[in-house]
């Protein structure tokens, strides 16, 4: 991290953020409980939400505990009251939960853009969220070293309790569920198939800031980041080069939903690709459920792009 005590404190006030958030909304679900003016019904499924709500939360705080022990940091001066990547607890649900084929999406298609025979020797993955699409890719290839990296530590001690052969129960709460209210709530155990061969790391980082050498890896995956990352591409596509070794792979997958000042077409992207030392040899587009929950009555589904870039 180019300011640890910085990052530290704002971490630490969005983990704050996130419990205060919480317990308010448990405390209004047992308000609306308590009401005598509640659907009796609704008041039912309430009190399963309101259960979860709270079992989630000792889940949290005992999985983040590392993070307790870190100290204050630099409290921020901005967005004081933001919760950062907290929501996404439901990227561990959807790698290592739900059966419904989302995960595969992605890494199939990374599979079928890179040489059949390719023989990888090490793995980045950038912005790697709950590390499902990093691990399925590691044991595919049999890789002997493949890193993990994220900013968001949540993510991070969930898939290596997960991937160390632990057992992560979360709850999916899930209030619009209107083909079977008793799914309102649903328990996941989460666990990994089984544990990795080789060297499996991960390491919370900023993909803008990365320690590590020139012509480290050999392959490097940015799964739905590029847009995410907050760094302008025609800086952030340079850092990878960097870092890649000659004839190495850069593998990209997601939808482009960049800042405003930031967003580029994907002919844009492929522009600054190949003009920051890179040859795209493969690109098309895929469209992919995103975050979609078979319970949910709600579904997204975004238009990527990918493509796969030799470093000249
Ligand atoms: C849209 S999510 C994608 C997660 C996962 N790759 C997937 O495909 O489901 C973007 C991820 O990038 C991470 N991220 C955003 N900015 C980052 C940065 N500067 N450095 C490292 N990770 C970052 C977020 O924490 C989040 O996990």
């Known amino acids: 991290m180019p300011d640890p005590g910085k990052f530290i404190g704002l971490?630490?006030?969005?983990?704050?953020?996130?419990i205060a958030s919480q317990q308010r909304n448990i405390e209004s679900n047992q308000?609306?409980?308590?009401?005598?003016?509640?659907y009796p019904p609704l008041r039912e499924r309430l009190k399963k939400v309101t259960r979860a709500r709270a079992d989630n939360l000792?889940?949290?705080?005992?999985?983040?505990?590392?993070?307790?022990?870190?100290?204050?940091?630099?409290?921020?001066e901005d967005h004081a009251d933001a919760l950062g990547s907290f929501m996404l607890m439901v990227y561990l649900l959807r790698d290592w939960g739900w059966e419904?084929?989302?995960?595969?999406?992605l890494c199939d298609q990374v599979r079928e853009i890179l040489p059949d025979d390719l023989a990888l020797e090490s793995l980045?993955?950038?912005?790697?969220?709950?590390?499902?699409?990093?691990?399925?890719?590691?044991?595919?290839?049999?890789c002997p070293l493949t890193v993990s990296v994220d900013i968001a530590p949540l993510m991070l001690l969930g898939a290596s309790r997960i991937v160390s052969g632990g057992e992560l129960n979360l709850y999916q709460i899930q209030p619009n569920n209107v083909r079977n209210a008793q799914d309102n709530v649903t328990l996941w155990k989460l666990r990994a198939p089984r544990k990795p061969?080789?060297?499996?790391?991960?390491?919370?980082?900023d993909a803008t800031s990365l320690p590590f050498a020139e012509h480290a890896f050999h392959a490097i995956l940015t799964p739905f980041l590029?847009?995410?990352?907050?760094?302008d591409l025609r800086d952030f596509a340079p850092r990878l080069q960097r870092i890649l070794q000659p004839g190495g792979y850069w593998v990209n997958y997601g939808a482009m939903s960049f800042r405003p000042g930031i967003n580029y077409t994907a002919e844009e992207v492929l522009a600054i690709v190949n003009a920051s030392g890179f040859r795209v040899i493969e690109h098309g587009f895929?469209?992919?459920?995103?975050?979609?929950p078979r319970e949910s009555c709600q579904r997204t589904v975004y238009d990527c792009l990918y493509f796969t870039a030799v470093k000249e």
């Open 11 to 18: 971490w630490q006030n969005r983990f704050a953020n996130y």
């Open 31 to 38: 308000r609306l409980i308590a009401s005598p003016s509640t």
């Open 58 to 76: 000792r889940t949290i705080l005992e999985l983040m505990a590392p993070q307790q022990d870190l100290g204050p940091g630099t409290p921020p």
């Open 100 to 105: 419904t084929g989302e995960v595969d999406i």
């Open 124 to 142: 980045l993955v950038l912005g790697a969220g709950a590390c499902r699409d990093a691990y399925n890719l590691h044991n595919h290839y049999n």
């Open 197 to 205: 061969d080789n060297d499996f790391l991960f390491m919370l980082a």
């Open 226 to 231: 590029i847009d995410a990352v907050g760094e």
């Open 286 to 292: 895929s469209t992919k459920p995103h975050l979609a």
